[in-house]
């Protein structure tokens, strides 16, 4: 055989060295001609031959692929590369995923990434795939990538949007997802995204920053996977029905099944289902016991009341804890997503409450009653899904409360169904309410309502239309709250104090924080950490995932050599990376490993 001529064997082997990778920053304000920071411009490719010319004062954020596609050769050797010359790392997660199982396996991988390298700038979900697959209606599109973003976020995952400026903007309008940083790539002259984004990439390549997100997610201490809210599990009873267990998870039977590599056959008592949809179930077993705290933690609960004026980026100089409305009777409340994802970002402690819409008198019977109270109890735990809820879930039960509107069989039937359905579903069940309230309700049943509950009471001077001087219009500032008595703490028990229905808190400029004359903001003190309580039931939870990668530092000699012998049968075509790519797609799907 003839010597091969004319051959760029420099360029061919570069070719399998490079990385698609793309790179983005995401931070608090919009990138448009804004100041220059001092990594403002970032690194599109990372070469493992051109080490030595890495700035630390620069960023890379390298495309990883998803869950079963390489995208990056040679990645982890890149990964290390940035991690070792001090270049701040970032990931986009480039999903083409159609499934939710899929989507959680992209999670389980991306949370893989953060807690094997430092990855000190977000995970970033290139949304171009899902936004423009023909097979998905809009609602299985938004779902997919609302999973994705709240399931990072209740993971502590500094996690942003990636996508051509057109993609963006159909994910905005037709999605309704808002709230979530993003990287704009500009797909025509000027950007008419109007989102939140901090970086932009010219029709050139070349990414603008005008944020540093490494200060800003080392200061709220995100992208730790010592923070990881693993899956929970369910254990199959004899009486158990998969189709009732995959409704109640929100997920089909079939991604059930695939996400533990099972099938029907394989479901028998005692198998052991890893539930990637219950973000925390580490509900303690038997007497609740939490960390109490010497000095009382404060907090806030919020609603579509407040709006989305509040300056999150703040809220954490402030606040222990937020407690959040989920919804009222079957109805999500209209910023509880937002709130979530918002006191998520800046790992703040979340709590949750349904405002209850049922009493006894409308119903013809207790049967009833109880019904409605199982479908409300069910649409709060649906609404829950994806979010880390540290704090108790509460059945906030106000208005006319006495025996007129509540028989005292309605009050057991109530109370047992909130207690059973949070309890099974993995958080910690509470009751708001007032002092008043609270006495009716321990009338009715024949027990210690603190013994079943976590109480959250509200109650005392500082609130619009009681006793002091407050009115509408004149807030409470958070240094003026009044503290809780010993004789108040005896009246019920409770752990949370709600304080106040008219605070206000503004930072050291006099700006306001939370809470003005138009959105009053509800204050709270606690007395219970609940954030802090130990994790005793690691038997109800799993690992994160492991997933079988091609090692592309490991074949990467044998592949030019390969690319070498394919270019000599073919007469000078290059199919070498072809027949790698084949190989790569044809790989078998991992098989997840669950903790024994």
Known sequence: MGKLKNINWKGIIAGVLSATATFTLAGCSEAKEGPIVVNNIGYSNVRTIDEMGLDENRFAVLDAGDHDTVKIPFQRTKFEMCNEHGVCLGIVISSDSSTESDIYDDVEYAKSLVRDYEV????????????????????????????????????????ALHGTDTNLCLVKEYCKITGYDALVVKDKEEITYDGKYNVYEDLDGTLYATVDLEQIILGKGLNDSKSFANDGSYTI???????????????????????????????????VLRIPCQIDTSVPQGERTFAKVDEPLVG???????????????????????????????????????????????NIPIGAYCFNEYNSKGFASLEDFT????????????????????YPVYLDIEGLVDSTTYSKEAVKSMLNVWAKKMTDAGYIPGIYCNGSTYQFLSGCVDYDISDNFEVWVAGGPQYSGTEGNCSKHQHVSLDDISEVTEEQKNKTNATIYQRTNIGVVRDENGDVVAGDSRDHLDINLGFIDYAAREEAEQANKFAIKEFDRVDWAGIGINAASAMASLVLLAGGSILGVRAIKKKLNNKSKPKVKMKK
């Open 120 to 159: 000190k700038f977000p995970v970033y979900f290139n949304i171009d795939k899902i936004i423009t697959n023909d097979n998905l209606n809009i609602e299985m599109k938004t779902k997919l990538i609302k999973d994705f973003l709240e399931k990072c976020s209740a993971n502590n995952i500094y996690v």
């Open 300 to 346: 806030c609960d919020m609603s579509y009341a407040q709006g989305k004026s509040t300056n999150w980026d703040k809220m954490s100089n402030y606040f222990d804890f937020v407690i959040l409305r989920s919804n009222t009777g079957l109805t999500e409340d209209d910023c509880f997503s937002y709130n979530a994802q918002q006191a998520a970002m800046e």
């Open 237 to 271: 009873s004899s009486e158990d029905e998969l189709n009732e267990i995959s409704l109640r998870c929100g997920m089909s039977v079939n991604e059930i099944l695939e996400f533990n590599n099972l099938k029907k056959k394989d479901i028998v008592k005692g198998t």
């Open 371 to 390: 019904k409605k109270q199982e479908q409300q109890a069910d649409f709060t735990i649906s609404v829950l899904k994806n979010k880390k809820i540290d």
